[in-house]
């Protein structure tokens, strides 16, 4: 099958899953080290305990006093104590300041009452005393993604995924860190306040590619918006990519537009044939381009 190209018109230079993404290069996502949980993780949880009844009891912590989160004026008491799940860090330049600054994603129902969105990021910066906390973003998770070089700060390409009522989403999007114009600052500041990164309240986003899977939720959703094309049902993972031009792929399963209508024409798209393909992701200049194995039908709300 010819592959088709999409020119995907996201300016990395001016922003307006199911599997992990492979980390392979310094910014991207990982697992922090007890070191560098202690780093990050104390300024918020001076006191943090592992939780050893956790579904995840290797990265899960107990909070009793949680510190600086947004919806709190200064700290907050949890008894019994908040369970937190640390995600992942990544390192890189996310406010375009020339600073080293770090992100640290954790889930948590304790915190965000929206079990959708039961989970976020922590910004820190390093400034001349050490790491500091910038902003706490609720529903603002780093878990799977990649840096993405770029002439100003680092963006990030993430691959996630949601059960919502039509089905399973899964989506590509690249992330960045929003900034707004600094404060005025008095002539009593010092210069590590001076300097501190002022970002939006909450992360930029714009999504690349989204699939969805109804097959065992909502069949017959499926059948009225492909119109003809092809569906793609889910990006399965993200990876750093070895092929000279290209950033990074993704193998993604799907059902073609002849196969969508053999099925909804027999009355189960349950049992749609699949294929399976790869989309690429192509850095040229500041644009971001996207390589397709099929034209897909575009989702309802994305």
Not at 1 to 10: D, P, W, Y
Not at 183 to 208: I, K, L, M, W
């Amino acid at each position: 099958m010819r592959r088709l190209f999409l020119l995907f018109a996201l300016l990395l230079a001016a922003p307006a899953a199911h599997a992990a993404a492979q980390a392979a290069a310094p910014g991207d996502t990982r697992q922090p080290s007890a070191d560098e949980l202690h780093d990050l993780f104390s300024i918020v949880c001076p006191q943090y305990q592992p939780d050893t009844n956790a579904a995840d009891p290797a990265h899960s912590y107990l909070c009793a006093d949680v510190r600086l989160h947004s919806s709190m004026t200064s700290h907050d008491a949890f008894s019994p104590p908040a369970v937190i799940t640390i995600t992942s860090v990544a390192y890189g330049d996310f406010t375009g300041g020339g600073q080293q600054e770090a992100y640290l994603s954790y889930s948590s129902g304790d915190l965000d009452n929206d079990a959708a969105r039961d989970g976020g990021g922590i910004l820190y910066w390093m400034s001349e005393g050490g790491w500091e906390m910038i902003h706490w973003y609720d529903a603002g998770q780093w878990d799977h993604c990649l840096a993405v070089p770029g002439p100003d700060k680092t963006r990030m390409l993430c691959v996630e995924s949601q059960e919502q009522m039509a089905g399973t989403y899964s989506w590509v999007k690249l992330s960045w860190i929003g900034t707004v114009p600094a404060p005025t600052a008095s002539s009593d500041e010092d210069d590590t306040e001076r300097n501190r990164p002022s970002v939006a309240d909450t992360p930029g986003g714009a999504f690349v590619v989204t699939g969805v899977d109804s097959r065992a939720n909502d069949p017959g959703f499926s059948c009225t918006w492909s119109k003809g094309k092809a569906m793609l049902l889910s990006v399965d993972d993200l990876t750093r990519a070895t092929t000279p031009g290209v950033f990074a792929t993704s193998h993604v399963t799907y059902a073609s537009a002849a196969d969508i209508a053999a099925a909804c024409k027999a009355g189960d798209f349950s049992k749609v044939k699949l294929s399976q393909g790869e989309i690429r992701y192509v850095l040229n200049g500041t644009r971001l381009r996207v390589q397709v194995p099929a034209p897909f039908a575009p989702i309802p709300g994305f």
